[in-house]
């Protein structure tokens, strides 16, 4: 193996840990904000004195995940062809001359999709759940009150 083919590897090895790293953050995040927003809203909906304002707090905090998560995954996505040119190397199937750019790509590529990258992702499925969901639960013990 050629040191050109080493230096292909380690990136490659490092773009797909990062790109398993961030969907393991983001079902943790989604953990914590489903449980913690469910028992806020049991806890908030239970009380006779409650404010709006707690209710608005949670609903903000979680608006404030679900835009963390769609930014997150835009740079997650945009890394994908740098890991697709590096398995078709590999491959056979094509040549990757230069190693260690998958920064330089990926933010070519972030700046290419510009600010509607975040909304395409902001409503994936896989993105939007639980947090849509929840937001529809507040919604619903507001109006309910």
């Known amino acids: 193996?050629?040191?050109l083919d080493r230096a292909l590897q380690k990136e490659y090895l490092q773009l797909s840990a990062v790109w398993d790293d961030f969907d393991r953050r983001i079902l943790t995040i989604k953990g914590w904000t489903s449980v913690?927003?469910?028992?806020?809203?049991f806890a908030w909906a239970s009380k006779a004195e409650a404010s709006m304002g707690f209710a608005v707090g949670l609903a903000l905090l979680?608006?404030?995940m679900w835009v963390l998560e769609a930014q997150w995954k835009v740079?997650?996505?945009s890394n994908g062809p740098r890991i697709d040119a590096l398995?078709?190397?590999?491959?056979?199937?094509?040549?990757v001359r230069h190693p260690f750019q998958s920064h330089l790509k990926s933010r070519r590529i972030q700046e290419g999709w510009g600010p509607g990258a975040l909304l395409k992702w902001f409503w994936k499925p896989f993105?939007?759940?639980?947090?849509?969901?929840?937001?529809?639960?507040?919604?619903?013990?507001?109006y309910v009150r």
């Open 1 to 3: 193996m050629s040191d």
């Open 127 to 142: 993105v939007w759940i639980p947090y849509l969901p929840l937001l529809i639960m507040i919604l619903l013990t507001i």
């Open 75 to 77: 740079f997650q996505h």
């Open 87 to 95: 398995e078709a190397h590999f491959a056979g199937t094509d040549v």
């Open 36 to 41: 913690g927003s469910i028992a806020a809203m």
């Open 62 to 64: 979680i608006i404030s």
